[in-house]
T-cell receptor, first 114, second 115 residues
Framework: DTGVSQNPRHKITKRGQNVTFRCDPISEHNRLYWYRQTLGQGPEFLTYFQNEAQLEKSRLLSDRFSAERPKGSFSTLEIQRTEQGDSAMYLCASSLERGMGPQHFGDGTRLSIL | AQKVTQAQTEISVVEKEDVTLDCVYETRDTTYYLFWYKQPPSGELVFLIRRNSFDEQNEISGRYSWNFQKSTSSFNFTITASQVVDSAVYFC????????????FGEGTQLTVNP
C-alpha cells in the first residue's frame, strides 16, 4: 500500500507566477485534504474533497487558490498570481470516510516565492 | 469554535528520560476526535493515535501512552524511556463531527532527545 504522493517536492517561483501542485492519495481513500504549514506552526486546513466533490473551503483559501479533484482520484491545487505570503509547505492528506478514518499525510510541496 | 493548545513549545530531555507532552482542547461538540501526529526533521506528518470523545480509556503502545481526560479537556502524550529517534515536532489535533473532517492542529511541541 503506497502512501500519499505529492509533487513537486519543492517549487521556487517568482512573485506573480502561477503554480500547480499535485497530490495522489492512498488508492482506496475517498477523502482528500489540503493544508498549509508555515515555519514553526501547525498545519492549517484549506479544503477537502469527498470523491470529486469539494465539500469545504477555509477562509484561508482566497480566490487566487483553486483546487480540483477530477474523477475523485488525484487532486491539484493551483495558486494564481503568487505573493510572498504564499511561501509555505503545502500538505495533502487522505482518509477513509468510514469511521472518521485518520488522515495520512504526504511529504508536502515546499513553495518558495522569490 | 475548535481550538487546540500545546503550551510547551520546546522540550529537551536526555535519553531514557520519560517525557509528557501536554494538549488541551476546546470544542462545543459532544462528538469529536483527538489525534497525535509526529513530524520528524524529514517533514512528513506521521499518524500516531486517534481517540473519539466517547472513549476515555487510556492507551499504551510500546513506549507511547496517552491520557485522555474529558473533565480537563486534555489529551496528553507520554514517551517512556525516550530515545534520540523520538526527536521531532509533535502535534495534537482535533476534529469535530459537526465541522466535517477538518483537523485543527495545535502549534506543536519540539522534542529534542539528547544522547
Amino acid at each position: 500500500d503506497t502512501g500519499v504522493s505529492q509533487n513537486p517536492r519543492h517549487k521556487i517561483t517568482k512573485r506573480g507566477q502561477n503554480v500547480t501542485f499535485r497530490c495522489d492519495p492512498i488508492s482506496e481513500h475517498n477523502r482528500l485534504y489540503w493544508y498549509r504549514q508555515t515555519l514553526g506552526q501547525g498545519p492549517e486546513f484549506l479544503t477537502y474533497f469527498q470523491n470529486e466533490a469539494q465539500l469545504e473551503k477555509s477562509r484561508l483559501l482566497s480566490d487566487r487558490f483553486s483546487a480540483e479533484r477530477p474523477k475523485g482520484s488525484f487532486s491539484t491545487l493551483e495558486i494564481q498570481r503568487t505573493e510572498q505570503g504564499d511561501s509555505a509547505m503545502y500538505l495533502c492528506a487522505s482518509s477513509l470516510e468510514r469511521g472518521m478514518g485518520p488522515q495520512h499525510f504526504g511529504d508536502g510541496t515546499r513553495l518558495s516565492i522569490l | 469554535a475548535q481550538k487546540v493548545t500545546q503550551a510547551q513549545t520546546e522540550i529537551s530531555v536526555v535519553e531514557k528520560e520519560d517525557v509528557t507532552l501536554d494538549c488541551v482542547y476546546e470544542t462545543r461538540d459532544t462528538t469529536y476526535y483527538l489525534f497525535w501526529y509526529k513530524q520528524p526533521p524529514s517533514g512528513e506528518l506521521v499518524f500516531l493515535i486517534r481517540r473519539n470523545s466517547f472513549d476515555e480509556q487510556n492507551e499504551i503502545s510500546g513506549r507511547y501512552s496517552w491520557n485522555f481526560q474529558k473533565s480537563t479537556s486534555s489529551f496528553n502524550f507520554t514517551i517512556t524511556a525516550s530515545q534520540v529517534v523520538d526527536s521531532a515536532v509533535y502535534f495534537c489535533a482535533l476534529s469535530e463531527k459537526t465541522s466535517g473532517s477538518r483537523l485543527t492542529f495545535g502549534e506543536g511541541t519540539q522534542l529534542t532527545v539528547n544522547p
